[in-house]
């Protein structure tokens, strides 16, 4: 599946799609769909129809094992943390399953990982087609892995596809970035994306897009994940009322707010100094500079939040920082 504003994008891909580069390298900025379009364009590759420009069809026997995860011509390469944390939806408290997951899983890339493909892609493919592998995020490959990586890419076996995502190539070596053709997916129009989030229920679209710099995918995250505490926060923010911010007693809600304070008070700075807010319609203020230190102090308060000792006194905390007005 691919989001209405990839058209263009998909479009370009899929004419080449029999002469593809064996690597590509999916990047952009994050919440854009970037690794839909891979897992997209992963399937087409592993699709079996004969007119290739129906791929990827959904019908066919490569895209039903593409979709139900268990093409065996497909390996997706990730860190341990996010593998888990799609598996067990993200539940931190989810039971250990014996002794040996009590290691923490890493948010890294690791070399075993990368290792483990060359097997897999040296072999004849199942299906008599391509072997795809997708790496993502390619950034979280620490440097042994990326090292181990860049042997493949110099050397690919002959129908192996390497489909690299990353929202911080920056950060990949240059060597890994140069052997790979770059596919630029970029913030989609507002239109687009407005009414992408309006399908998806979401009020406000405008105001949620602008929060997360106009990444659509990062804007329902935070929707669906930030609305309560945003809600509860306008109320606290009109009463300085520390009780209607009941709904902040997990981390996962004190990191919300925390954001949620630092984009308003960026706001309001923006506000004060400019006369127009960045994330929406603040009021300027005679404090500008105080509403600056303010949220800085909410950037840091965000890394903070995941071990605060007490989540109510912290956000008592961050809120008593709060300049007056
Ligand atoms: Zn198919």
Redesign the pocket.
């Known amino acids: 599946m691919i989001y209405p504003w990839q058209h263009q994008v998909w479009d370009g891909l899929q004419r080449r799609l029999v002469s593809l580069p064996h690597a590509l390298l999916i990047q952009g900025p994050q919440g854009v769909g970037k690794l839909a379009l891979a897992e997209h364009l992963a399937?087409?590759l592993?699709?079996?129809?004969e007119d290739r420009r129906?791929?990827?069809?959904?019908?066919?026997?490569?895209?039903?094992w593409f979709l139900a995860g268990s093409h065996p011509d497909f390996r997706r390469v990730e860190p341990e943390a996010l593998a888990r944390r799609l598996a067990v939806g993200d539940d931190e408290e989810a039971p250990a399953e014996g002794p040996a997951s009590t290691r923490k899983p890493s948010n890294e890339i690791r070399i075993e990982q990368v290792r483990g493909l060359d097997g897999f892609l040296n072999h004849q493919s199942h299906r008599g087609g391509r072997r795809v592998a997708l790496v993502h995020p390619a950034e979280a490959m620490n440097v042994h892995a990326a090292n181990a990586l860049l042997k493949s890419l110099e050397e690919p076996p002959g129908s192996a596809a390497f489909i690299l995502v990353s929202h911080r190539a920056a950060r990949l070596a240059a060597t890994i970035r140069s052997r790979c053709v770059t596919v630029p997916v970029g913030i989609p129009p507002l239109e687009s994306a407005r009414d992408w989030l309006a399908g998806e229920k979401i009020s406000e679209p405008e105001r949620w897009l602008a929060y997360a710099s106009g990444a659509p995918l990062k804007a329902l995250a935070d929707a669906q994940d930030a609305g309560p505490v945003i809600a509860s926060l306008r109320q606290a923010l009109q009463g300085r009322d520390l009780e209607a911010l009941g709904a902040v007693n997990d981390r996962e809600g004190l990191e919300a707010l925390a954001e949620a304070l630092q984009k308003y008070a960026l706001d309001r700075a923006f506000a004060s100094f400019s006369g127009r807010g960045k994330y929406g319609a603040a009021k300027p203020s005679e404090h500008g500079l105080a509403w600056l230190r303010f949220a800085r102090e909410m950037g840091r308060s965000r890394q903070l939040a995941r071990h605060p000792l007490n989540p109510r006194l912290f956000a008592g905390e961050m809120l008593a920082g709060m300049p007056e007005d």
């Open positions: 399937q087409s592993l699709c079996e129809a129906k791929a990827p069809c959904g019908a066919c026997d490569g895209c039903r």
